[in-house]
């Protein structure tokens, strides 16, 4: 994950952070340092570098939280996991039949242009399970696109 994050940094080594870009990446992983302490990602050449670093590190916060690792590029945009999903069939019909969720809907998992999003993970029921954790979105995407750790 280390060598994915310093992928995405300017990799120029200038210290304008104080250290190199691969210490820089060390304490992104860790949380300790945010991207915009480095202040050439600022730069407009990097903006899309810096857009995938802001993804990346979403997803690694919210699987910290909840254990999913989300590979966009595996999603077909399916729908099962939403489908399928605890949360969404206890508390929103409309992904209870198969149509949903609405634009307002709560939800944990959500397509936003044909791929999965992780829309809310506050909301999974993993973080209220100490044993025998749900994994339907897991279990039941056809890509692997989800994986739980
Ligand atoms: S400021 Fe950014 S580009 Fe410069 S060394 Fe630090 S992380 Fe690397
Ligand atoms: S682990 Fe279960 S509750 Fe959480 S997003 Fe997947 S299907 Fe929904
Ligand atoms: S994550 Fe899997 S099940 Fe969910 S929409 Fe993508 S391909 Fe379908």
Do not use: W
């Not at 994915?4 to 304490?27: H, N, S, V, W």
């Not at 899309?48 to 919210?62: K, S, T």
């Not at 809310?120 to 399970?129: A, F, G, H, V």
């Not at 279990?139 to 750790?149: E, F, G, K, R, S």
Request: with cysteine; proline share 3%; glycine share 6%.
């Amino acid at each position: 994950m280390k060598q994915r994050i310093l992928e995405l940094l300017p990799k120029t080594d200038c210290q304008m952070c104080g250290m190199t870009c691969t210490d820089f990446a060390d304490f992104l992983l860790s949380g300790d340092l945010t991207p915009q302490e480095c202040p050439t990602l600022q730069e407009d050449a990097y903006t899309v570098q810096r857009e995938a670093l802001a993804e990346l590190l979403a997803q690694l916060a919210a699987r910290a939280k909840t254990g999913h690792l989300i590979d966009r590029d595996k999603c077909s945009g399916c729908g099962i996991c939403l489908i399928v999903c605890e949360y969404n069939a206890a508390n929103d019909s409309e992904s209870r039949q198969g149509k949903g969720p609405y634009a307002g809907a709560k939800v944990v998992l959500r397509i936003i242009n044909g791929r999965v999003v992780l829309a809310d993970e506050t909301l999974c029921t993993r973080l209220l399970q100490a044993a025998d954790k749900c994994s339907k979105c897991q279990d039941h995407c056809p890509t692997q696109a989800i994986v739980l750790v």
